[in-house]
């Protein structure tokens, strides 16, 4: 659960609501109701998606969603989370939903930090990225597949005190882009695609050198 926690928390202060919505789902519907655990789940994927509605002038939406997640957040005392910020926000949404155009949603805390997707691990970024590409029509999943393949190639023939540096080369830094700049985002991805590409005609070959 902390990974998706992890991930999605990111994932929502780069401005990805709605995909952060999808990264905590699975592991929500495997956890029993009523549990803490379940409830802050349920409440951050309802207060994402809440912000979501907002943000596309759905005020109906976002006030529904806004009141619901407080509710589930409403007895949560998981300090790992800014929980008090989050309900505090939520009722001033609930009462006035176009508080979304004049304010931005706090950022979400995981045990302290206002993570965004350069703070996680290479295989949360992996799990963000699978995530965005099954979000957004323009991303092609097997396409990011590949990518988080090659990358763990990348990771595997590097020594481990290196890998923090990798994190801003080849396909490591690529997915990291690709998971952290939204308004570059479609640039990134073209020259992952590129990689990518040229990566599995280079299979190919090898793969020819044996039929």
């Given amino acids: 659960m902390q990974h998706a926690l992890r991930t999605g928390v990111a994932m929502f202060n780069a401005g990805d609501h709605h995909a952060a919505h999808d990264a905590w789902e699975e592991p929500w519907l495997a956890l029993d109701d009523g549990t803490s655990d379940e409830r802050l ?26 009141g619901s997640a407080e509710r589930y957040l409403a007895d949560v005392d998981d300090r790992s989370v800014n929980v008090d910020d ?4 939520l009722r001033r949404l609930a009462a006035d939903p176009e508080l979304a155009e ?23 970024v992996a799990s963000a990225v699978t995530v965005l590409a099954a979000e957004y029509a323009a991303f092609d999943e097997v396409i990011v597949d590949d ?15 290196s890998v923090p540096s990798d994190r801003s080369r080849g396909f490591v830094g690529m997915l990291f882009d690709f998971a ?7 640039l990134v991805y073209d020259r992952l695609r590129g990689h990518v590409e040229r990566r599995r005609g280079k299979e190919s070959d090898v793969s020819d050198l044996f039929d």
């Fill in 102 to 124: 004049r304010r931005r949603p706090p950022a979400l805390r995981y045990a302290g930090d206002a993570l965004k997707p350069a703070d996680l691990s290479f295989e949360e």
């Fill in 41 to 66: 789940l349920h409440g951050l994927i309802q207060y994402a998606a809440a912000v979501h509605h907002a943000r596309t002038r759905n005020w109906s939406g976002a006030r529904g969603l806004a």
């Fill in 147 to 161: 990518a988080v393949r090659y990358a763990r190639e990348e990771l595997d023939g590097a020594p481990s005190a």
């Fill in 86 to 89: 989050v309900r505090a926000y």
């Fill in 180 to 186: 952290g700049d939204r308004e570059r985002r479609s």
